[in-house]
Each structure stands twice: as C-alpha cells, then as structure tokens.
C-alpha cells in the first residue's frame, strides 16, 4: 500500500501545479485577446481584426478623441453663415447690426483679440422717429455667446465701445435669419 499511496501523492501533486500552468496560460492567452480585441483599438487605434472599430472602441483613442474635438471646433466656427471683423480705434465705438423681422432669430459668438469692451445689445424699429430701441444685454466683456430672437422688426445687433489706450479687434461669427449685415 505503500507504493501506492505514493503514487497518489504524487499525482495529487502533479494536479496543481499542471492547474497552475494550464491556469497561467489561459490567464495569458485572455491578456493577449483583450489586448488585440480591446486596448489596442481603444488605446492606440491599431485594429488588427476590425472589430474594436464595430464595437466603437476606435473611438475611445486620444488621436481620435482629438481629431473629433478639433473638427467640433472648427464646426462650431464654420456652421456660422456669417463673420465680421469690427475694429475698434482707442476710446471709439462702433456699432454692427442686423436686419431682422419679428420673430427671427440669430445666434451669435464674439470675441475680441485682448480687452474687454462695453457692449449694448439691442435693437431698434425700422423708420421709427422716437429714437426707441430695446435692449437686450449691457456689459463689459471680452467675448459673449448666445442667440436672440427680434422681438419687432428693425435692426438688431451690438454697440461696442473700446475704452482702453490702444485699438481692439472684434471677430464676430452669427448665423440664423437676417438680412443686410453691416458696420455703422
């Protein structure tokens, strides 16, 4: 009995320690799947099977993520059907306006190359002999993002007044439902 009592114990440890290896090369051959499945695409958009770009994990890589913002931004600049470039000389104002009807509406970003600058959004009527006009935000700012929607029919658009020593430049992008852009 002794014999095989032996050979028991010897198999017995033989048993886990061939679990052990066939459990190091399963753990193995599944870090080597994820890695060519998953991170490769996701991480390095290297796909060498096509399926990370199925599953949307090409996608998930930094030069895609920044090809995406970097499109998005210049989308954000091109979807504007409108651009102006309003230069203000040292203590001077100018004004930029916008034909619109009632109803119309017209989203816009400005932005300028330093200072801030005193802004008077508003509109006036068309031939309207009491100098009414209705405004729609006064500050002080260096850039302004929104839209806004022409409460009556006139032109609508911003005063800018630069009260700093030396000259600013504005760049003005807008899109939405109006005619006649121009300087004042």
């Known amino acids: 009995m002794t014999t095989q009592s032996t050979q028991n114990q010897t198999s017995q440890n033989q048993t886990p320690a061939k679990q052990l290896w066939l459990a190091t090369a399963a753990a193995f051959v599944i870090g080597l799947v994820t890695l060519v499945l998953v991170i490769m695409p996701a991480e390095y958009n290297i796909d060498p099977t096509g399926l990370g770009f199925a599953l949307g994990l090409t996608a998930l890589s930094p030069e895609k993520l920044a090809e995406v913002e970097a499109e998005a931004a210049k989308a954000s600049t091109a979807s504007m059907d ?12 100018k004004e930029f306006k916008l034909e619109m009807t009632t109803g119309e509406q017209v989203d816009f970003e400005w932005i300028t190359d330093g200072d801030a600058v005193y802004v008077d959004m508003h509109g006036e009527p068309f031939d309207d002999p009491t100098g009414y006009f209705k405004s729609y935000a006064v500050t002080t700012t260096g850039e302004m993002k929104g839209s806004f929607t022409a409460a009556f029919d006139g032109t609508h658009g911003w005063y800018f007044r630069n009260d700093s020593g030396s000259e600013i430049t504005i760049q003005l992008f807008f899109e939405g439902q109006y005619k006649n852009p121009k300087t004042m």
Do not use: F, I, N
């Not at 409108?82 to 104002?93: E, I, R």
């Open 82 to 93: 409108g651009m102006a470039t309003v230069v203000l000389p040292a203590a001077s104002g």
